[in-house]
């Protein structure tokens, strides 16, 4: 089953936040329930923990303008 896509595309959040908030906010924005499985990808293939601080994936990750890129799946990627 093909993920739906977002309405709004860009979103702020404070550094100090885990990433657990974005899967949040990502699951509401979509209309799924929070028992529902959702997965965050960085760079297409990364997928973080839930309790990782998005300044340090930022940090890690960022596009370097400015930008954490994040994709999502309703299904895991690999095995």
Known sequence: MAAPQLAKTVFKI????????IINNVK????LQKSDSLYLFL???FAPAPDEQ???LYRNFGDGAG?????????????
Do not use: C, F, P
């Open 14 to 21: 404070a550094g100090d936040k885990k990433l657990s908030t």
């Open 43 to 45: 760079r297409g293939s």
């Open 54 to 56: 998005v300044y340090d």
């Open 28 to 31: 509401k924005e979509l209309g």
């Open 67 to 79: 930008k954490l890129v994040i994709h999502y799946s309703l299904n895991q990627a690999w095995g």
